[in-house]
């Protein structure tokens, strides 16, 4: 999709589904505004819009919620999507069980990313991309690594995944080419 620079989208209220990669590689999308009406927004729906910063929900949108530009599930238990063009270092608020599915995919200026214990599962291809991320620590919570989760982290260097972890998906580490150390806590029964 190419959009000129400083792009602000408005979403038409009325719309009830964002399809998935419905703005993929939108890179001049500054912001998008989602209406009320919105209660689907598909997987990899903003992909390569590295210019997104914030998303912007309806106040009163019965399904989304947002903090810090970053859009979460209505009760925040689900975190749903970062914006790609998010830097640094982001910390997910505890009220997060689930990190969804493609939740920070492609979100390549993220440096660090905390999770809090208070999170379960790991969605499908929910780090994917981040090929800025150095670090991260999954904490003893988490019980799920979904597929791909943290696919082509090129600059994740290790990653210890913790006794409770109970099942990791498929190919959950492909093309992680700086990992030199996967350390599997050494209680682990599985």
Request: proline residues 5%; negative net charge.
């Amino acid at each position: 999709g190419t959009m000129p620079d400083n792009t602000s989208v408005t979403i038409k209220e009325g719309t009830v589904g964002i399809i998935p990669g419905a703005f993929s590689d939108c890179t001049g999308l500054t912001s998008v505004t989602i209406p009320n009406s919105v209660t689907s927004i598909g997987d990899y729906a903003f992909y390569g819009c590295y210019g997104l910063t914030s998303i912007n929900v309806a106040e009163d949108n019965l399904n989304y919620a947002l903090i810090d530009g970053v859009l979460y599930s209505k009760d925040k238990k689900t975190l749903i999507m970062c914006p790609p063009g998010k830097t640094g270092s982001f910390t997910i608020p505890n009220s997060v069980t689930s990190i969804g599915n493609t939740a920070f995919f492609d979100c390549t200026g993220l440096t660090s990313v905390t999770i809090p214990n208070s999170v379960t599962s790991i969605g499908e291809g929910a780090f994917d991309g981040c090929t800025g991320l150095t670090s991260i620590t999954i904490p003893n919570s988490v019980t799920s690594i979904g597929d791909g989760a943290f696919g082509r982290c090129t600059e994740l260097t290790s990653i210890t995944i913790p006794n409770s972890v109970t099942s990791i998906g498929n190919l959950a580490f492909f093309f992680c080419t700086g990992l030199t150390s996967i350390n599997v806590a050494e209680d682990n029964l599985n």
